[in-house]
């Protein structure tokens, strides 16, 4: 049998704790492998490692002590049937007989290669502070790569531990899951395992909506899927790899982990934006720098309002607006999906929930940010804090009208629309995405800090951009880790290669995201596209507008993007069908829309990051072709960007 604790007497009578490469420790903490409560146990209590080919049990420095077999101990080396006593707990130390537990049985066999790599030097100890798409796919890669080389412990307090396994909480436990649908890029998903691969694109869970662009590789398109099933699938994974990746379902708390996060070899902090982990590290990685994204001295900021929806428009047609304005953007799988709405500074200001109780105005949806899902009277209701989405209640709200407006372009009804949130673009300039935690001690080995996803980068307006710069930086890291690792502490120049990854990453991330928030006249002038709108808005308001030339002009512009998308986008709408379709809108829609611009294809588009160019002789990434049909790379297009 595997070496392993068994509770012996008390509350944890019966249950088993196996003991392998990763330590197990014990404690009143929650993040310890074994829980005791009770107030004669410390926080991180005591802990049992693997050393050698035994096993030895260290007291932490508790305050009340670890017997074993009656007799205060501050290390001891276990034997078969050693009773172990912290507080009210017992446990037995079990191994079928001293031969395995001092010489391991896998000595009286040939090695296999991985544990041969595992023999030959220590555990890389890893920590990941997020447990999304990046984090999980963080350490899905690095499992991979390293294999016995590597323990990883990621942290996430959206989880709760069901049975053996740790699952996504539930709306009722507090946790809204995320339901918009990303456009994951070839360039990110053909570096992942062949094995997240594999579970991500099955069946009809993703489509390819978009055509092939500057970061479709090897000919595969963009892929759509929904953000909740990349959760579950990457957690699905990870369940199964317990032996080298341990999940906990608690909230990453640095100050609380001084001590053990000073054992580990690496924090990989992916909490995402609103990062406390980094911010708490603020003075390591350097201060943000908000100028670069000023305009005329004033911090440009970009509100979202983001529409859970179900469209009747086909894929391409819903291609063609998108990218003939710069009001509105669908991205959807098969028609479902979220229609973001780019808001001016006014109607911003009207993106407030009232509670009906106390009718008080409460700003959670713009802040947190919360979804508020229809209830069964209609109402949009944020589950969390019980209020109601105040614009869809009061009829006359101007941004409702133009939220109707917005449903009406892409072809959807006001009962198709199912859920309202809202997201801020709001970017900085990072100094640094790497920094050293905790020097290298007698005792301890040295702790490297990462900032990736959106704890380094921030979100954008275009569906899934943060989450592909996220998987771009989560490949980097791992391959940097994978090269560098040798037992010794790590150094600075370890890291050259991932923190230009990383700075070319930011680069290229948020000039495009500039370049969709901002515009330049033809005398030169920029301006916030927002601007712009609430212009075309407060122009348009009470005038008698010529619709006929608006409606031509917006022809002229959809023919023109028709035509540069034909050959990637087959089944394009006629000019009679789209002609039809602006027809059934409001005059002051058609004219915000024209003014509104098309997507900037000439400064959006162009070459992208190639993390590649930085690891050629690490990359072991090869496509199923049975994946996806190979086709030509065609020049870069806004919807493929």
């Not at 037995?92 to 023999?119: G, K, M």
């Not at 009906?356 to 802040?367: K, L, N, Q, T, Y």
């Not at 901002?518 to 002038?525: L, M, S």
């Not at 993007?561 to 059934?584: F, K």
Request: hydrophobic share 35%.
């Amino acid at each position: 049998m595997p070496p392993r604790l068994v509770g012996h007497q008390g509350s944890l009578t019966g249950q088993q704790f196996p003991i392998g490469t990763t330590p197990v420790t014990l404690g009143r903490n929650s993040d310890n492998s074994v829980v005791i409560t009770g107030r004669n146990v410390s926080r991180f209590h005591a802990e049992v490692r693997r050393e050698g080919h035994g096993f030895v049990l260290y007291d932490s420095g508790s305050s009340n002590g670890t017997r074993v077999n009656g007799a205060r101990v501050t290390s001891r080396e276990l034997q078969p049937g050693d009773l172990i006593e912290i507080g009210t707990e017992t446990f037995r130390f079990e191994a079928a007989d001293a031969l395995e537990t001092i010489l391991d049985l896998t000595v009286l066999r040939p090695l296999t290669p991985s544990e041969a790599t595992l023999a030959a030097g220590p555990v890389l100890n890893v920590t990941v502070s997020g447990g999304g798409p990046v984090g999980l796919s963080f350490a899905l890669l690095l499992e991979q790569l390293m294999g016995p080389r590597v323990a990883v412990t990621v942290y996430d307090g959206r989880w709760v531990q069901d049975g053996a396994k740790v699952v996504w909480k539930s709306e009722g436990q507090g946790n809204v899951r995320r339901q918009q649908v990303v456009t994951v890029q070839s360039r990110q998903y053909l570096n992942l395992p062949e094995e997240v691969q594999g579970r991500l694109f099955r069946g009809d869970a993703y489509s390819e909506m978009w055509p092939v662009g500057p970061d479709s590789i090897r000919g595969y398109n963009p892929r759509n899927l929904r953000i909740a099933y990349i959760e579950d699938t990457l957690l699905e994974l990870a369940n199964e790899k317990q032996d080298r990746i341990r999940l906990v379902p608690t909230a990453f708390d640095p100050a609380e982990h001084r001590k053990t996060e000073a054992k580990e070899h690496v924090l990989a902090i992916c909490e995402g934006s609103r990062s406390r982990t980094r911010e708490y590290f603020a003075d390591r990685f350097g201060q943000a720098d908000k100028s670069i994204y000023s305009l005329h001295g004033e911090h440009i900021q970009d509100v979202v309002l983001g529409l859970r929806v179900k469209s009747t428009l086909t894929d391409p047609m819903t291609v063609l607006l998108t990218v003939a304005q710069n009001r509105f953007l669908l991205n959807s799988l098969r028609g479902e999906g979220f229609l973001n709405m780019r808001l001016t500074d006014a109607e911003a200001a009207e993106v407030v929930g009232i509670d009906p109780v106390r009718h008080v105005f409460e700003d959670c949806i713009a802040s947190r940010p919360c979804v508020m899902g229809r209830d069964d009277h209609g109402d949009f209701q944020c589950s969390t804090h019980s209020t109601l989405f105040l614009p869809a209640m009061v009829r006359g709200s101007a941004l409702w009208k133009r939220v109707l407006e917005g449903l009406a372009l892409f072809g959807v009804a006001e009962r198709d629309l199912s859920a309202v949130t809202a997201f801020r673009l709001d970017m900085v300039q990072r100094p640094r995405f790497t920094t050293r935690l905790h020097s290298a001690t007698s005792t301890t080995p040295g702790t490297y800090g990462f900032l990736l996803g959106d704890a380094a980068n921030a979100i954008h307006f275009w569906p899934g951009r943060g989450l592909n710069s996220g998987l771009g930086s989560a490949i980097s890291l791992a391959r940097s880790l994978n090269g560098a690792w040798t037992g010794r502490p790590f150094r600075d120049a370890d890291f050259a290669r991932h923190e230009a990854a990383m700075s070319m990453l930011q680069y290229r991330h948020k000039s495009r995201a500039w370049n969709t928030m901002i515009n330049t006249d033809e005398d030169g002038v920029s301006r916030a596209i927002k601007e712009k709108i609430a212009q075309s808005i407060e122009r348009s308001e009470g005038k008698d507008l010529d619709r006929t030339a608006d409606i031509d002009a917006l022809m002229e512009r959809l023919r023109a993007i028709r035509d540069r998308l034909a050959s990637r986008v087959p089944g394009m709408p006629d000019d009679p069908t789209l002609r039809n379709h602006l027809e059934t809108l409001r005059s002051d829609t058609l004219r915000t829309l024209l003014e509104s611009g098309a997507w900037d294809t000439l400064i959006v588009g162009g070459e992208e990051v190639d993390i590649d160019i930085f690891y050629r002789q690490d990359s072991s990434a090869t496509p199923d072709p049975r994946k996806a049909p190979v086709a030509p790379v065609a020049p870069a297009t806004p919807a493929a960007s």
